[in-house]
Protein backbone atom coordinates (compact mmCIF):
# COMPACT_ATOMS: atom_id res chain seq x y z
CA UNK A 1 0.00 0.00 0.00
CA UNK A 2 1.14 3.09 -0.70
CA UNK A 3 2.61 5.29 2.38
CA UNK A 4 0.98 9.10 2.16
CA UNK A 5 3.29 11.48 2.50
CA UNK A 6 2.74 14.73 4.31
CA UNK A 7 3.32 18.12 4.50
CA UNK A 8 4.18 17.32 8.64
CA UNK A 9 8.06 18.69 8.25
CA UNK A 10 11.20 18.08 6.55
CA UNK A 11 12.18 15.66 9.36
CA UNK A 12 9.27 13.53 8.53
CA UNK A 13 10.77 11.95 5.69
CA UNK A 14 13.20 9.16 5.73
CA UNK A 15 16.88 9.26 4.40
CA UNK A 16 17.85 9.44 1.12
CA UNK A 17 19.01 5.73 0.12
CA UNK A 18 22.62 7.78 -0.68
CA UNK A 19 22.88 8.07 2.48
CA UNK A 20 21.23 5.00 4.20
CA UNK A 21 24.35 3.74 1.45
CA UNK A 22 26.79 5.81 3.06
CA UNK A 23 25.97 4.77 6.38
CA UNK A 24 25.98 0.85 5.22
CA UNK A 25 29.46 1.28 3.70
CA UNK A 26 30.59 2.80 7.40
CA UNK A 27 29.22 0.36 9.22
CA UNK A 28 32.41 -2.57 8.43
CA UNK A 29 35.41 -3.09 10.72
CA UNK A 30 36.44 -1.07 13.61
CA UNK A 31 37.04 2.59 13.62
CA UNK A 32 38.22 5.19 16.13
CA UNK A 33 35.71 6.50 18.41
CA UNK A 34 34.69 10.47 18.98
CA UNK A 35 35.62 11.43 15.93
CA UNK A 36 39.07 10.56 15.55
CA UNK A 37 38.72 8.15 12.45
CA UNK A 38 38.84 8.61 8.91
CA UNK A 39 35.37 9.49 7.82
CA UNK A 40 35.27 12.26 10.33
CA UNK A 41 38.61 13.88 8.65
CA UNK A 42 36.90 13.51 5.41
CA UNK A 43 34.23 14.81 6.12
CA UNK A 44 35.75 17.50 7.86
CA UNK A 45 37.74 18.19 4.31
CA UNK A 46 34.33 18.51 2.54
CA UNK A 47 33.29 21.07 4.84
CA UNK A 48 36.28 23.06 4.25
CA UNK A 49 35.63 22.71 0.80
CA UNK A 50 32.31 24.27 1.22
CA UNK A 51 32.88 26.97 3.70
CA UNK A 52 36.30 27.55 3.73
CA UNK A 53 39.80 26.57 5.03
CA UNK A 54 39.98 28.75 8.28
CA UNK A 55 36.48 27.09 9.56
CA UNK A 56 36.66 24.86 12.32
CA UNK A 57 33.81 22.02 12.22
CA UNK A 58 32.32 19.87 14.87
CA UNK A 59 29.36 17.66 14.76
CA UNK A 60 26.68 16.70 17.42
CA UNK A 61 23.39 14.96 17.37
CA UNK A 62 20.54 17.76 16.79
CA UNK A 63 19.94 21.16 15.65
CA UNK A 64 18.96 22.12 19.43
CA UNK A 65 21.97 20.85 20.46
CA UNK A 66 23.38 22.71 17.66
CA UNK A 67 22.05 26.09 18.61
CA UNK A 68 22.33 25.59 22.30
CA UNK A 69 26.44 24.25 22.16
CA UNK A 70 27.55 26.63 19.39
CA UNK A 71 26.20 29.34 21.66
CA UNK A 72 27.60 28.38 24.81
CA UNK A 73 30.64 28.38 23.27
CA UNK A 74 30.91 32.14 22.35
CA UNK A 75 28.82 33.39 25.24
CA UNK A 76 29.44 33.78 29.59
CA UNK A 77 26.55 33.42 31.29
CA UNK A 78 25.92 37.76 31.69
CA UNK A 79 25.68 37.74 27.97
CA UNK A 80 22.47 38.61 25.77
CA UNK A 81 21.54 36.88 23.26
CA UNK A 82 18.90 38.55 20.60
CA UNK A 83 16.96 36.69 18.42
CA UNK A 84 13.09 36.79 16.18
CA UNK A 85 10.71 35.80 18.82
CA UNK A 86 9.68 33.24 16.04
CA UNK A 87 13.51 31.72 16.76
CA UNK A 88 13.82 28.01 17.18
CA UNK A 89 15.70 28.64 19.98
CA UNK A 90 13.33 31.05 21.51
CA UNK A 91 9.93 29.09 21.02
CA UNK A 92 10.88 25.48 20.40
CA UNK A 93 13.95 24.44 22.32
CA UNK A 94 12.01 24.31 25.53
CA UNK A 95 13.95 27.10 27.48
CA UNK A 96 17.57 25.07 26.92
CA UNK A 97 19.58 27.32 25.50
CA UNK A 98 19.16 29.57 28.47
CA UNK A 99 19.27 26.78 30.69
CA UNK A 100 22.78 25.97 29.26
CA UNK A 101 24.03 28.84 28.41
CA UNK A 102 23.09 30.93 31.45
CA UNK A 103 22.04 33.64 28.77
CA UNK A 104 19.49 36.57 28.52
CA UNK A 105 16.88 35.94 25.28
CA UNK A 106 16.05 39.26 23.93
CA UNK A 107 13.64 39.01 21.02
CA UNK A 108 12.44 40.83 18.29
CA UNK A 109 8.84 41.30 16.98
CA UNK A 110 8.40 39.99 13.82
CA UNK A 111 5.61 39.65 10.54
CA UNK A 112 8.35 37.57 8.49
CA UNK A 113 10.86 35.74 10.36
CA UNK A 114 13.19 38.32 9.65
CA UNK A 115 15.00 40.79 11.90
CA UNK A 116 17.15 43.75 11.02
CA UNK A 117 19.24 46.06 12.72
CA UNK A 118 16.48 48.76 13.07
CA UNK A 119 14.40 46.10 15.16
CA UNK A 120 16.83 45.28 17.17
CA UNK A 121 19.27 47.71 18.19
CA UNK A 122 16.87 48.81 21.20
CA UNK A 123 18.51 45.69 22.73
CA UNK A 124 22.13 47.06 22.12
CA UNK A 125 22.80 49.22 25.11
CA UNK A 126 24.45 48.66 28.38
CA UNK A 127 27.87 47.60 27.99
CA UNK A 128 30.24 47.88 30.73
CA UNK A 129 27.25 48.78 32.84
CA UNK A 130 27.61 45.70 35.74
CA UNK A 131 23.46 46.10 35.97
CA UNK A 132 22.87 44.99 32.79
CA UNK A 133 23.15 41.60 30.58
CA UNK A 134 25.81 42.10 28.13
CA UNK A 135 24.72 42.00 24.34
CA UNK A 136 26.85 39.39 22.66
CA UNK A 137 25.32 37.86 20.21
CA UNK A 138 22.59 38.45 17.03
CA UNK A 139 21.32 35.10 15.79
CA UNK A 140 19.26 34.53 12.88
CA UNK A 141 17.26 31.55 10.96
CA UNK A 142 18.40 31.16 7.27
CA UNK A 143 15.57 30.95 5.74
CA UNK A 144 13.85 31.44 8.49
CA UNK A 145 10.94 29.44 10.53
CA UNK A 146 8.54 31.03 8.35
CA UNK A 147 9.69 29.72 4.82
CA UNK A 148 11.12 33.20 4.48
CA UNK A 149 14.98 34.52 3.33
CA UNK A 150 17.31 37.40 4.83
CA UNK A 151 18.75 38.72 1.75
CA UNK A 152 22.63 38.48 1.73
CA UNK A 153 22.38 42.49 2.14
CA UNK A 154 20.59 42.16 5.56
CA UNK A 155 23.01 39.39 6.71
CA UNK A 156 25.65 41.51 6.09
CA UNK A 157 24.41 44.46 7.82
CA UNK A 158 23.62 42.55 10.62
CA UNK A 159 27.35 41.43 10.84
CA UNK A 160 28.67 44.62 10.42
CA UNK A 161 26.62 45.85 13.08
CA UNK A 162 27.40 42.97 15.27
CA UNK A 163 31.02 43.44 14.86
CA UNK A 164 30.88 47.22 15.14
CA UNK A 165 29.43 46.57 18.49
CA UNK A 166 31.95 44.25 19.39
CA UNK A 167 29.12 41.14 19.21
CA UNK A 168 28.71 38.15 17.11
CA UNK A 169 26.39 36.84 14.59
CA UNK A 170 25.19 33.45 14.70
CA UNK A 171 22.73 31.51 11.79
CA UNK A 172 20.74 28.79 12.70
CA UNK A 173 21.19 27.11 9.43
CA UNK A 174 18.87 24.25 9.92
CA UNK A 175 17.55 24.32 6.77
CA UNK A 176 20.59 26.54 4.94
CA UNK A 177 21.49 24.37 1.92
CA UNK A 178 17.55 25.25 1.33
CA UNK A 179 18.68 29.04 1.25
CA UNK A 180 21.72 28.75 -0.81
CA UNK A 181 20.04 26.46 -3.02
CA UNK A 182 17.18 29.46 -3.48
CA UNK A 183 20.20 31.99 -3.87
CA UNK A 184 22.24 29.11 -6.28
CA UNK A 185 24.86 30.41 -4.38
CA UNK A 186 27.91 28.53 -2.44
CA UNK A 187 27.31 27.85 1.10
CA UNK A 188 30.59 29.87 2.25
CA UNK A 189 29.05 33.03 -0.07
CA UNK A 190 25.72 33.15 1.72
CA UNK A 191 27.57 32.40 5.54
CA UNK A 192 30.92 33.44 6.26
CA UNK A 193 31.76 35.91 3.57
CA UNK A 194 28.86 38.10 4.89
CA UNK A 195 30.72 37.68 8.17
CA UNK A 196 28.41 34.93 10.13
CA UNK A 197 31.08 34.07 12.93
CA UNK A 198 28.65 30.45 14.28
CA UNK A 199 26.63 28.52 12.37
CA UNK A 200 24.07 25.61 12.45
CA UNK A 201 24.39 23.67 9.79
CA UNK A 202 21.49 20.99 8.89
CA UNK A 203 21.73 17.81 8.10
CA UNK A 204 18.45 15.99 9.35
CA UNK A 205 15.90 18.40 7.01
CA UNK A 206 18.10 17.74 3.58
CA UNK A 207 17.95 13.80 3.69
CA UNK A 208 20.27 12.94 6.60
CA UNK A 209 19.23 10.33 8.93
CA UNK A 210 20.40 12.48 12.00
CA UNK A 211 23.65 14.28 12.45
CA UNK A 212 24.35 18.56 12.37
CA UNK A 213 27.27 20.43 12.36
CA UNK A 214 28.14 23.79 14.43
CA UNK A 215 30.97 25.94 12.42
CA UNK A 216 32.76 28.81 13.48
CA UNK A 217 34.54 31.15 11.69
CA UNK A 218 38.04 30.38 13.26
CA UNK A 219 39.67 28.35 16.10
CA UNK A 220 39.74 31.25 17.90
CA UNK A 221 36.27 31.31 18.49
CA UNK A 222 36.02 27.31 18.93
CA UNK A 223 39.03 27.42 21.01
CA UNK A 224 36.44 25.79 24.36
CA UNK A 225 33.80 23.75 22.14
CA UNK A 226 35.44 20.40 22.41
CA UNK A 227 34.48 20.63 26.00
CA UNK A 228 31.33 22.16 25.95
CA UNK A 229 30.55 19.33 23.49
CA UNK A 230 31.30 16.66 25.74
CA UNK A 231 29.65 18.35 29.06
CA UNK A 232 26.67 19.29 26.47
CA UNK A 233 26.26 15.13 25.65
CA UNK A 234 26.44 15.79 22.60
CA UNK A 235 29.68 13.82 21.54
CA UNK A 236 28.75 10.76 19.68
CA UNK A 237 31.61 8.17 19.95
CA UNK A 238 30.37 6.07 17.02
CA UNK A 239 31.06 9.50 15.34
CA UNK A 240 31.98 7.46 11.80
CA UNK A 241 27.89 7.81 11.16
CA UNK A 242 27.03 11.22 11.47
CA UNK A 243 30.39 11.61 9.40
CA UNK A 244 30.03 9.32 6.70
CA UNK A 245 26.69 11.02 6.42
CA UNK A 246 28.13 14.43 6.13
CA UNK A 247 30.54 13.31 3.50
CA UNK A 248 27.84 11.40 1.20
CA UNK A 249 25.51 15.00 1.54
CA UNK A 250 28.91 17.16 0.64
CA UNK A 251 29.44 15.30 -2.28
CA UNK A 252 28.44 15.28 -6.02
CA UNK A 253 26.16 18.15 -4.77
CA UNK A 254 23.55 16.24 -3.06
CA UNK A 255 22.46 18.69 -0.55
CA UNK A 256 22.28 21.14 -3.29
CA UNK A 257 19.91 18.61 -5.87
CA UNK A 258 17.89 17.94 -2.08
CA UNK A 259 17.29 21.59 -1.53
CA UNK A 260 16.62 22.40 -4.74
CA UNK A 261 14.05 19.47 -4.87
CA UNK A 262 12.08 20.24 -1.62
CA UNK A 263 12.38 24.48 -2.60
CA UNK A 264 11.11 23.27 -6.44
CA UNK A 265 8.08 21.37 -4.97
CA UNK A 266 7.45 23.90 -2.39
CA UNK A 267 6.76 26.61 -5.41
CA UNK A 268 4.61 23.94 -7.06
CA UNK A 269 2.33 23.47 -4.01
CA UNK A 270 2.12 27.82 -3.87
CA UNK A 271 1.53 27.60 -7.47
CA UNK A 272 -1.12 25.59 -6.96
CA UNK A 273 -2.59 26.97 -3.24
CA UNK A 274 -2.91 30.47 -4.50
CA UNK A 275 -5.68 29.20 -7.20
CA UNK A 276 -7.77 28.71 -4.15
CA UNK A 277 -9.47 31.35 -3.07
CA UNK A 278 -10.72 30.36 0.22
CA UNK A 279 -7.01 29.92 1.35
CA UNK A 280 -4.66 32.84 1.76
CA UNK A 281 -1.07 32.35 1.77
CA UNK A 282 0.80 34.23 4.69
CA UNK A 283 4.24 34.38 3.66
CA UNK A 284 6.63 34.56 0.81
CA UNK A 285 7.67 30.94 -0.23
CA UNK A 286 11.36 31.53 -0.87
CA UNK A 287 12.34 27.98 0.40
CA UNK A 288 10.75 24.73 1.25
CA UNK A 289 7.88 25.55 3.08
CA UNK A 290 4.25 27.51 2.39
CA UNK A 291 2.11 29.07 5.15
CA UNK A 292 -1.22 29.53 4.65
CA UNK A 293 -4.86 30.39 6.22
CA UNK A 294 -7.50 27.33 5.59
CA UNK A 295 -10.92 28.31 6.83
CA UNK A 296 -10.99 26.35 10.77
CA UNK A 297 -13.05 24.07 10.50
CA UNK A 298 -11.46 22.55 7.22
CA UNK A 299 -8.41 21.42 8.85
CA UNK A 300 -9.16 18.86 11.39
CA UNK A 301 -10.86 17.23 7.82
CA UNK A 302 -7.50 17.91 5.65
CA UNK A 303 -5.20 16.64 8.85
CA UNK A 304 -7.38 13.06 9.04
CA UNK A 305 -5.72 12.33 5.40
CA UNK A 306 -2.29 14.46 5.77
CA UNK A 307 0.19 15.26 8.76
CA UNK A 308 0.73 19.07 9.10
CA UNK A 309 1.12 21.42 11.73
CA UNK A 310 -1.37 24.56 12.69
CA UNK A 311 0.86 27.09 13.29
CA UNK A 312 -1.63 29.89 14.76
CA UNK A 313 -4.44 28.50 16.09
CA UNK A 314 -5.98 32.24 16.82
CA UNK A 315 -5.41 32.92 13.10
CA UNK A 316 -5.85 29.75 11.65
CA UNK A 317 -2.43 29.56 10.11
CA UNK A 318 -1.23 26.07 9.24
CA UNK A 319 2.54 25.56 7.56
CA UNK A 320 3.24 22.85 4.52
CA UNK A 321 6.74 21.72 4.12
CA UNK A 322 8.38 19.83 0.91
CA UNK A 323 11.01 17.94 1.66
CA UNK A 324 13.85 15.90 -0.66
CA UNK A 325 11.06 12.72 -1.38
CA UNK A 326 7.93 15.00 -1.84
CA UNK A 327 7.07 14.23 -5.15
CA UNK A 328 4.93 15.88 -7.67
CA UNK A 329 1.92 13.41 -7.38
CA UNK A 330 2.30 14.19 -3.44
CA UNK A 331 1.39 17.97 -3.99
CA UNK A 332 -1.16 16.99 -6.74
CA UNK A 333 -3.34 14.13 -4.62
CA UNK A 334 -3.05 16.71 -1.27
CA UNK A 335 -4.57 20.14 -3.70
CA UNK A 336 -7.36 17.71 -4.87
CA UNK A 337 -8.07 17.15 -1.36
CA UNK A 338 -8.16 20.44 -0.35
CA UNK A 339 -10.28 21.26 -3.58
CA UNK A 340 -12.65 18.42 -2.73
CA UNK A 341 -12.97 19.02 1.03
CA UNK A 342 -13.42 23.10 0.29
CA UNK A 343 -16.23 22.55 -2.54
C1 LIG B 1 14.91 26.46 12.50
C2 LIG B 1 15.24 25.22 13.27
N1 LIG B 1 16.34 25.18 14.01
C3 LIG B 1 16.73 24.08 14.67
C4 LIG B 1 15.97 22.94 14.61
C5 LIG B 1 16.54 21.74 15.28
O1 LIG B 1 15.77 20.90 15.89
P1 LIG B 1 16.12 19.46 16.47
O2 LIG B 1 16.75 19.68 17.79
O3 LIG B 1 14.79 18.88 16.52
O4 LIG B 1 17.05 18.73 15.54
C6 LIG B 1 14.77 22.93 13.88
C7 LIG B 1 13.89 21.74 13.86
O5 LIG B 1 12.71 21.80 13.80
C8 LIG B 1 14.40 24.10 13.18
O6 LIG B 1 13.28 24.15 12.46
Redesign the pocket.
Known amino acids: MKKIKGFA?D?YSGAHPLIIEAIQKANSGHASAYGTDEYTARAIKKFKEHFGKDVDVYFVY??????VLGLKAVTESFNSIICAETA?LNV??CGAPERFTGCKLLTVPTNDGKISVEKLKRHVYGFGDQHHAQPKVMSI?QPT?LGTLYTLKEVEDLGDYAHENGMLLHV?G??LSNAAASFNKSLKAITFDLGVDVL?F?G??NGMMFG?AVIFRNKELSNKFAFIRKQGMQLASKMRFISAQFEELLSNDLWLKNAQHSNRMARILFDEIKKISEIKITQKVEANGVFAIVPKQYIPVLQKEYFFYVWNEQTSEVRWMCSFDTEEEDIHEFVALIKNVLS
Do not use: L, Q
Not at 62 to 67: I, P, S
Open positions: SNNGTGANHDETEDARSGTKE
